[in-house]
DNA sequence: GCCCTGACGTGAA
DNA sequence: ATTCACGCCAGGG
C-alpha cells in the first residue's frame, strides 16, 4: 500500500494551511508556505499542491505566485479553469494577473485581498 | 547516491 | 517591464 503524499508533515502543514485561506482570497506560494510554518519553502509549497489529492487541496485554485500571475501559462486549460474559479469567488483579473485591492484606484472591490494577516 | 527538473521568490542587471 | 542568477529542497530517472 502506498502512502499518501500528506504522511509528511510539512505537507500536511502546507494542505492545513490551505484550508484556511478563506473564500475570495488569495495567497502566493511563498505564503502559504510561511503560514504553514515553512518560511523560505514557496518551491515545497508548490510542490505539495503538485502531489495533492483533490482531498488534500480543494482550494489549490486560491494559490497563485507571489507577483499576481498564476503558475500554470495562460491559455492553457489548467489556466483557465483557475481563473474561472477564482473570478467565481469575486477576484479580479486585470489581463494574467490578479488585481490587488487599490487604496488609490476607483472602486475596486475588496474581494481581492492577499495576505489574510500582516 | 548523483543529477536534473520544477504549481517559487527575491534581488540585480 | 523583462531577463538572469541564485537559493531552496522534494521527486523522479
Partial sequence: MPEPPDTN?????????????PAGT???YGELARLAGLPGRARLAGTALREARGEDAPTWYRVIRADGSLAFPPGTESHRRQRKLLESEGVIFAGNRVQRADPVSENIVDAALWGPST
Fill in 9 to 21: 508533515p510539512s505537507f500536511a502543514a502546507i494542505y492545513s494551511a490551505l484550508r484556511d485561506i
Fill in 26 to 28: 488569495v495567497v502566493s
